[in-house]
């Protein structure tokens, strides 16, 4: 397990170190307009843009009105030349031409959507001297990037493998399986649960400028302590599974190994698996809330959405049912050690350190 960790870790450190690097496709402008005095399409288009500057302070958007100056029909006339024909009102974002405003046709929403694309698309990193960005790796790959990197957590973990060391010794293959695959699952739903409420409450209060500091806030926040975690384990403030909670969580474990049965250790194990979630809600919040921000910024319909957290779920629980595969088919009594817990603490916190700074990036 060190080893795997190592290797993830080593990963993470090449892949930071140039996380956040921006490639800026429109070095003086986010949105580039140009109108003309008179136009109707033109001035409905300049109160929308005007609108999208107060939700966010900032992007960078130049009004150009090609009837009164001269270099702003000849940088028209230069689009034209390689996009073909243009009209007024013409909106400028990156590569992308968006001809013409019409609040029915849903122009709106496109630039919403066209913006929200090349900011995300604008999160790179350095890999052997080459720039690979969110563009290029898509959607699916970051999210089941970023998924199995929040599953190595030293909460879960910790409670997954000190179930399965308790369990091994009774040599019972099949109930082990039974109530450790019973506590992944309820984890897995609970996860669930907690990734969509997220991502409701950014729906909710849309793709405000506030919303991205306060989660960039929030993931430095816990980055800065797991990292803290690494070079000085259980000392000062920490986001893992509290000293007070431990007693109680061995007795309900205990609980399930002197069940009678294998419903009463089963019904046992779902409640268990229900208190260490909420347990774990601070050692967790960090990549939920940095997910769901960010897929937010795609603007997807309703059933994209869901797909893809259920998608980040589903990468979240690999790590978990890989050792519990492992666990059962050897019978391990291995726990979490605190040079592993250490090394998980660094690989979460050079991420959220790295995915935060992105998020504060203009």
Known sequence: MVRILRGLLLLVVLLSATAGAVQDAAPTADIEAFVHEGCPHCARAQEFLAQLQQEQPGLRIVIRDVGKEAAAMQRLQQIAASHGP??????????????GYSEESGTDRLIRDTLAKRRSSEFSVSLFGHELTLAQIGLPLFTLTLGLLDGFNPCSMWVLLLMLSLLAPLNDRKRMFAVAGTFIAVQGIAYFIFLAAWLNLFLLVGLSRISEIVIAALALFAG????????????GLSLSIPQAAKPGIYQRMRNILQAKDLTAAIVATIVLGVLVQLVEMMCTSGFPALFTRILTQHELDGASYYGYLLLYDLAYMLDDLLILAVGVYTLSQRRLQEREGRLLKLLSGLVMVGLGVYLLLP
């Open 86 to 99: 243009v009209r007024v009102p013409t909106i400028s974002i990156g590569e992308q031409l968006i001809v």
């Open 224 to 235: 800065a302590v797991n990292l803290k975690d690494y070079f000085a384990f259980g000392r």
